[in-house]
């Protein structure tokens, strides 16, 4: 376009003016282009391209900012310093492009890209807390955050190695400590715990890049509270459902009748005192006698525990006196005990050894030891106690002890071997205590001991018997089975034997039926007279099997004539009892005829009639010289034993005609006839 024609008027002269600047900027805009804002990482290498300037030829590019880390090269705009964007995190660099005279200004903005580059920091490398007992879960202890100048998320871990669940963190990114379950100051009284912090990652996943952790360790106190009562010393601990009691069994202690015992007054198993349960807190203890001292008979140190006499005592009695200990801040936590003090009587003689040393040899483990001097006899360790002359000096309170060994052990005042011990010649010393003094006694002991070793058969190396074990094998089986055959014999014999006895008791019982009926006829007269048959047969009979009755001949043999005698004559204290007895179970009393009358004299006679045999004399039978008639009417009558009972109602029924066999004690008692 023309814009210099004189004709042209005004107007026209400004419109062609502006066409021409809008032109121009134009060309210069298009020439001088980049992009805004522009990302760029930190710690980057000098000279790395931060950006490219689009221009146009000829065209220059200048940077109108002092004194930053950039520079033109060409057309890019380059780093000419290492960024750091915990320094810097953004620039604005003013661009001046120049193109034929005319130019133009243009700013870039440079933002500073992080890169995990930095570590995180704890603030302290060591934190001490403390913490109670009994801290209810999920109580807090205390928050120990990391910083790290990138300003990532962290992530963190709790490890422990002495207590790893006692304690825990509120979350993963949340570096907050809770109780995890109750603590116990007697049990752990100081935890050590490591706590872990790690950038950008979560823990439970692999880091895809550098990953830097830190970590700081937490020493945590765990402070006692007073939450148990005072423990009388020594005792025995428990522990139930998580609480903690000491049991304490007493004391015990002596004093002497119408004696008052000067200064403390000395306590079994100790002297007596209390500690707080809590000892982390370790609060004074007050004493107090709250039952038992009726009589005011003791006192105690309030603040000791000490216990002393105040006046003596003249009733021989048992005295149990209760003893409180209470804290003396906290009143609330107290405990009791009992004292229990025997009153005794003084002693005047201390026990005493019979012996200034006892021998004793010893074969076994286990078995009495026997007097050496004696080996026939058991050795026995007794010490005396003069103040028991009433009793033979022995002492009920009185133990025995082996001083310093645990191999052996008396009883009773007798000495046993409780464990294996070489042979060998052992010295001790026995001590005799009288329990209710604590008055001792010692006296030497020499034990020899001299062990019988068993011997068994030997295996080979193989495994195998040889032949001289298998020949001692088969001689033990021989005696074994011997022993067998003797006993089976011998049982054989036996049995025999008794069945031969039984035989014999068949006889008698059917004699005893053969009397009955024979004699049943006989008539009776008023002086009875014996007639004694004895069966000589039988006198020299070896073969005691035998039934037979006869005698050489197959006949009686008279072997003597009794005159007449009364039977009241013949003495009770002779008759065998228990004879009669098994000769009622044997033969019924009702075999003898009911209806017959019986005289006073004549209670006291039994029947000759047993179940055993007579082996210091041979076995004795009863026969009759001749046969008797069926028709005679005689009569044979067994007294039975409980004739007694029916005495009375037989004195008053007539004496009868009838003539009786009657059988005298002496005769039950011998076997050797019967009277008539």
């Known amino acids: 376009m023309d814009c210099i024609d004189p004709h042209l008027s005004v107007g026209k002269f400004f419109i062609c003016l502006l066409l021409v600047l809008f032109q121009a900027s134009n060309a210069t805009s298009q020439s001088c282009s980049f992009e805004s804002p522009v990302q760029f990482q930190e710690n980057n290498s000098v000279g790395d391209v931060v950006t490219t300037i689009s221009v146009t030829p000829g065209e220059t590019i200048a940077i109108t900012n002092a004194n930053v880390p950039f520079g033109i090269n060409g057309n890019q705009l380059i780093a000419t310093e290492v960024l750091d964007r915990e320094e810097t995190q953004t620039y604005a660099l003013g661009i001046r492009c120049t193109l034929e005279g005319g130019s133009i200004s243009k700013t870039i903005v440079v933002i500073v890209q992080d890169v995990n580059d930095n570590k995180p920091i704890f603030e302290k490398d060591l934190y001490q807390e403390k913490v109670e007992e009994l801290s209810k879960i999920d109580s807090s202890v205390g928050e120990f955050p990391a910083t790290d100048l990138d300003g990532p998320v962290l992530y963190y871990t709790l490890t422990s190695e002495s207590e790893p669940d006692a304690f825990k963190l509120r979350s993963q990114s949340t570096p907050e400590i809770l109780v995890n379950r109750p603590l116990d100051y007697d049990k752990v009284k100081e935890v050590q715990l490591i706590l872990r912090a790690q950038v950008d990652t979560p823990l439970t996943s692999p880091p895809e890049g550098p990953s830097f952790t830190a970590t700081t360790t937490i020493m945590i106190s765990i402070t006692d509270?007073?939450?148990?009562?005072?423990?009388?010393?020594?005792?025995?601990?428990?522990?139930?459902?998580?609480?903690?009691?000491?049991?304490?069994?007493?004391?015990?202690?002596?004093?002497?009748?119408?004696?008052?015992?000067?200064?403390?007054?000395?306590?079994?198993?100790?002297?007596?005192?209390?500690?707080?349960?809590d000892f982390g807190i370790?609060?004074?203890?007050?004493?107090?006698?709250?039952?038992?001292?009726?009589?005011?008979?003791?006192?105690?140190?309030?603040?000791?525990?000490?216990?002393?006499?105040?006046?003596?005592?003249?009733?021989?009695?048992?005295?149990?006196?209760?003893?409180?200990?209470?804290?003396?801040?906290?009143?609330?936590?107290?405990?009791?005990?009992?004292?229990?003090?025997?009153?005794?009587?003084?002693?005047?003689?201390?026990?005493?050894?019979?012996?200034?040393?006892?021998?004793?040899?010893?074969?076994?483990?286990?078995?009495?030891?026997?007097?050496?001097?004696?080996?026939?006899?058991?050795?026995?360790?007794?010490?005396?106690?003069?103040?028991?002359?009433?009793?033979?000096?022995?002492?009920?309170?009185?133990?025995?002890?082996?001083?310093?060994?645990?191999?052996?052990?008396?009883?009773?005042?007798?000495?046993?071997?409780?464990?294996?011990?070489?042979?060998?010649?052992?010295?001790?010393?026995?001590?005799?205590?009288?329990?209710?003094?604590?008055?001792?006694?010692?006296?030497?002991?020499?034990?020899?001991?001299?062990?019988?070793?068993?011997?068994?058969?030997?295996?080979?190396p193989s495994g195998e018997f040889g032949i001289v074990d298998m020949a001692a094998l088969g001689a033990t089986l021989g005696v074994l089975l011997f022993l067998c055959v003797l006993v089976i014999g011998l049982l054989v014999y036996r049995m025999r034997k008794g069945n031969a006895a039984w035989k014999k008791i068949q006889e008698a019982s059917m004699f005893r039926s053969s009397v009955i009926f024979v004699f049943a006829q006989l008539g009776q007269a008023n002086q009875k007279e014996g007639i004694q048959y004895t069966n000589e047969a039988f006198q020299n009979d070896d073969d005691r099997s035998s039934t037979g009755s006869g005698g050489p001949e197959g006949r009686s043999v008279l072997t003597s004539w009794d005159p007449p005698k009364p039977v009241?004559?013949?003495?009770?204290?002779?008759?065998?009892?228990?004879?009669?007895?098994?000769?009622?179970?044997?033969?019924?009393?009702?075999?003898?005829?009911?209806?017959?009358d019986r005289a006073d004299n004549e209670k006291e006679v039994k029947p000759i009639l047993t179940k055993e045999r007579r082996v210091e004399e041979g076995y004795?039978?009863?026969?009759?010289?001749?046969?008797?008639?069926?028709?005679?009417?005689?009569?044979?009558?067994?007294?039975?034993?409980?004739?007694?009972?029916?005495?009375?109602?037989?004195?008053?029924?007539?004496?009868?005609?009838?003539?009786?066999?009657?059988?005298?004690e002496t005769d039950l008692d011998s076997g050797l006839g019967v009277k008539f």
């Open 282 to 460: 370790k609060e004074e203890i007050t004493y107090y006698i709250i039952a038992g001292n009726e009589d005011s008979l003791f006192q105690i140190n309030p603040n000791s525990g000490n216990i002393t006499m105040l006046r003596p005592t003249d009733v021989v009695k048992e005295i149990a006196l209760t003893v409180l200990a209470a804290q003396t801040k906290n009143t609330h936590q107290l405990a009791t005990t009992t004292v229990t003090i025997s009153v005794r009587v003084t002693s005047l003689h201390a026990p005493e050894f019979q012996k200034t040393q006892y021998e004793a040899l010893i074969t076994s483990v286990g078995s009495m030891a026997m007097d050496l001097t004696n080996k026939d006899q058991p050795l026995q360790i007794i010490a005396t106690d003069e103040d028991y002359i009433g009793a033979g000096g022995i002492n009920p309170n009185i133990t025995y002890s082996i001083e310093g060994s645990s191999d052996f052990a008396i009883i009773g005042g007798y000495l046993f071997l409780t464990k294996d011990l070489p042979q060998s010649s052992v010295s001790l010393q026995v001590v005799a205590t009288d329990t209710s003094n604590d008055e001792t006694a010692t006296a030497a002991l020499r034990v020899e001991l001299t062990l019988v070793m068993f011997s068994f058969v030997a295996v080979g």
């Open 225 to 277: 509270t007073d939450n148990r009562p005072p423990w009388f010393e020594p005792c025995t601990r428990h522990t139930i459902n998580e609480v903690v009691i000491c049991q304490n069994p007493g004391y015990t202690g002596r004093i002497n009748l119408n004696e008052q015992e000067t200064g403390v007054l000395p306590l079994k198993p100790g002297p007596l005192y209390a500690v707080d349960g």
């Open 620 to 664: 004795k039978s009863v026969w009759f010289k001749e046969d008797i008639d069926p028709n005679a009417k005689e009569e044979v009558v067994i007294i039975p034993e409980n004739q007694d009972e029916h005495s009375d109602e037989e004195d008053e029924k007539p004496l009868s005609d009838s003539r009786k066999v009657l059988f005298a």
């Open 568 to 596: 009241e004559n013949i003495h009770s204290e002779e008759v065998n009892q228990s004879s009669s007895e098994r000769l009622r179970t044997q033969f019924p009393d009702n075999a003898s005829d009911s209806g017959s």
